[in-house]
């Protein structure tokens, strides 16, 4: 089996990556290769062997062209332009996550011969939009209130038509805010959800913008690299038409993210996040969903962590070696 | 006001322009001129002035850009390859129905200097896909069954970003099937639909393919007319972010229309339509909604005819000259 990765140079995508070429294997079958493939150059996973990497442009339709010459079989579909750039950028935004997906599509229906992949989208909770219920079910409208959900919701559609007409066998996964992001802290609206826990964790301060009583929906990057694993291998005939699905997560606010964190860490790392309201960031959250009702990804064996003490720990094990930092001694 | 209106050849943009050359006002405002645009010539209403017509394919971006040198204020875009013809011709319907409305949007972002014009997009009931409830409520999700049906789902994604970035002042309408719809029977599924009507009411023969149980959602195509009107003309703020309304109808099942002609034109004009079960049609007309509960539309002033006789009363209005034929008598 060969398997494609667009987006290989992301943070999902790379964790991806490393975890096919560890295992060797997806849905009982022995990967031959994988090809990451990003603007900028992907790294290989150490000791890696049948890895390549390809920079490219995807919403060039001659380069995906040459991409789909080794007939992947699977194909994950992660490259995206964030959510701010894409608001920013209006032009880029519906170029790569619009223009790019449909050139991927577009060269896969007009292949030559047979060729039907298994195409993983990663969406995102970004196509719903205010006013929703407190809990959103999977038959939920999508009203995006950004152009980068708008330009998720598109694909989504898209996935479910190429894979109606035969041309695909498409699934689209609606990744949960993503939570605890390893690295340095971005500018990204949602960065404080990540940023309380890992900052104090690496023993630095934190900023906490919003009100302890905010809610949002998470999942840990493990978490998320299992659905997409989990959606290159079911059986999608039952899916039925709706092609496209809301993950599960954890439902939390972020006095449960704190209280995690101090029994995770102790008071210590606790006493390193500071509140300092900031009222654009939290206009911006109060427009996000708060919790779903993941019913119908639950059913088909999606799985994600249960509380958020779970999301930190996950942390901790992937990203610190499954050590807590002496945070008193740190500080000092 | 300078008013256009994309798919000016059709039986509805037809309507429209009649309507509109006629009033000579929209919202309470002189119209200055009306251009008819289609890919095939449109047909100037009689007597009308200040109605010029162009024959262009909506897609090329050069001949869009040219439509838009007046600055039109109020923009129909009516324009659509129609369901069977998406479905058979997978390039053409994208090409036409997403492409093409998508040059438009782009054509009205970068035209120079400030430009806003409203936009009124003729959405459809085909962006709602089974499995649905029994009464379709205005947060569904938008699950199409049909390339179509993906296409307009697409365009109202596109016009309420376009609208929420102030580049267009957008509204979508989601018309229901239009019944009693004017001219010689079509090959489309639906077709039936109309045809039980009209066929008998001039006199002819009609056949019904599916069960009387079959149940359906209608609109006149006067009332098609006066939504397109009403949304041309209303305060888009009380929209908010969501630019696509489902229009209010007639929730009708073939034995209420069958009744209904029997209290309009008697028993000789049931005696004309002879059952002819079609599997095929009846599977595809399964799949179709059957009710809506189009409150959003309802409380912003949008008007639905409230029976299928009303319907039927219209057809004879407005493509009869008001008169019921002798019946009896043309059958022999």
Redesign the interface.
């Known amino acids: 089996m060969r398997v494609l990765i667009i987006g290989g140079a992301g943070m999902v995508g790379g964790k991806l990556a490393r975890r096919l070429a560890g295992e060797r294997v997806l849905g009982g079958r022995e990967i031959e290769s994988i090809s990451l493939v990003d603007v900028v150059e992907p790294a290989v996973p150490p000791g890696a062997a049948n890895v390549d990497t390809v920079v490219c442009d995807i919403a060039d339709p001659v380069a995906m062209g040459e991409l789909l010459a080794a007939r992947p079989e699977v194909i994950f579909d992660l490259a995206a332009v964030v959510s701010g750039e894409a608001e920013l950028e209006?032009d880029t935004g519906y170029r790569v996550n619009l223009d790019g997906t449909r050139q991927l599509l577009e060269a896969v229906?007009l292949a030559p011969g047979e060729y039907r992949p298994r195409v993983v989208f990663s969406s995102s909770i970004a196509v719903f939009?205010?006013?929703f219920p407190d809990v959103i079910a999977?038959?939920?409208?999508?009203?995006?209130?950004t152009?980068y959900g708008?330009q998720k919701?598109?694909v989504e559609?898209?996935i479910?038509?190429y894979s109606?007409?035969g041309f695909i066998d498409g699934i689209g996964v609606r990744l949960p805010t993503i939570c605890v992001r390893p690295g340095a802290p971005n500018r990204a609206a949602s960065g404080f959800f990540s940023g309380i826990i890992r900052e104090p964790l690496n023993g630095q301060e934190a900023i906490l913008p919003v009100a302890r009583d905010v809610r949002h929906w998470f999942a840990s990057p493990r978490a998320a690299v299992q659905f997409l694993v989990h959606a290159a291998t079911i059986d999608t005939e039952a899916l039925?038409?709706?092609r496209s699905l809301t993950m599960p997560g954890v439902s939390a606010t972020v006095e449960d993210e704190i209280e995690a964190l101090r029994r995770v860490a102790g008071d210590a790392a606790v006493a390193l996040i500071h509140e300092e309201p900031d009222p654009m960031i939290a206009r911006l959250v109060g427009g996000w969903p708060r919790a779903f009702d993941a019913r119908r990804a639950t059913a088909l064996g999606f799985v994600a962590e249960t509380d958020f003490d779970e999301i930190v720990r996950i942390y901790v094990e992937d990203e610190l070696g499954g050590l807590v930092p002496p945070l008193a001694e740190r500080r000092t």
């Open positions: 209006f229906r939009g205010p006013p999977d038959d939920q409208a999508t009203t995006p209130a152009s708008t919701a598109i559609l898209l479910a038509d109606r007409r039925g038409p709706r």
